[in-house]
């Protein structure tokens, strides 16, 4: 009876060794991701697929888009805008409001496609709060201070679909600030480039 204890005493230490050694290796590997100087070592790349926190690799990092203050701020706000009706929301305030649940995928021109499951508010909910019309053209504004895809338009099409989010979710956790938080855009058939990460305004255009 001690010999069989013994050994699988043996096989777990084996195991919790190897685990040691991958823990390690993918914090190498997200290093290279995270800060510019090893960058050019970077083998592997945010954008294979499975690589990225959450599980869905990121196209342009919070550091790089220099939004990392900005978004961490206590008193950030999502803006709605129709002409001269506005309405904001903190974090809290859109936690409160019903929650919407919806598996899309991001699909990057880069060449990658991962699917996630998102969670947070209807678009076209926070559109009413400023009566914006159902043929509203919007404007959606990232907090994002210079670079492309930072303001983006929006047709009634993605508007008004039940499965466009402001997502404040991503696979069950609060969103990572590499994929939005406080808060991106997520619409059905929409191309990745436009699903607007670090949200700060939507207004009727
Ligand atoms: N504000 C902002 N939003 C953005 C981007 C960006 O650079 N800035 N990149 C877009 C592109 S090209 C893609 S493919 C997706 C990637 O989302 P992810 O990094 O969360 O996977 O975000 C989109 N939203
Ligand atoms: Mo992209």
Redesign the pocket.
Known sequence: MVEPRRSRRTSRRTFLTGLGVSVAAVVGLTAGQTFAPLSGLNLFGPRVRGFGPQGLPV?RTAEQAKVTELAMDPAWKLTMVNGDRSSSFSLAELRALPQTEVVLPIA???GWSTSATWRGVRLRELLSTVDAASDAELVVRSLQPKGGYRVTSMGPEFATDDMTLVALELNGEPLHIDHGFPARMIAPAR???LQTKWLSSVEVA
Request: hydrophobic content about 30%; proline content about 14%; glycine content about 14%.
């Open positions: 196209n990057c021109v880069e191309p990745g480039v």
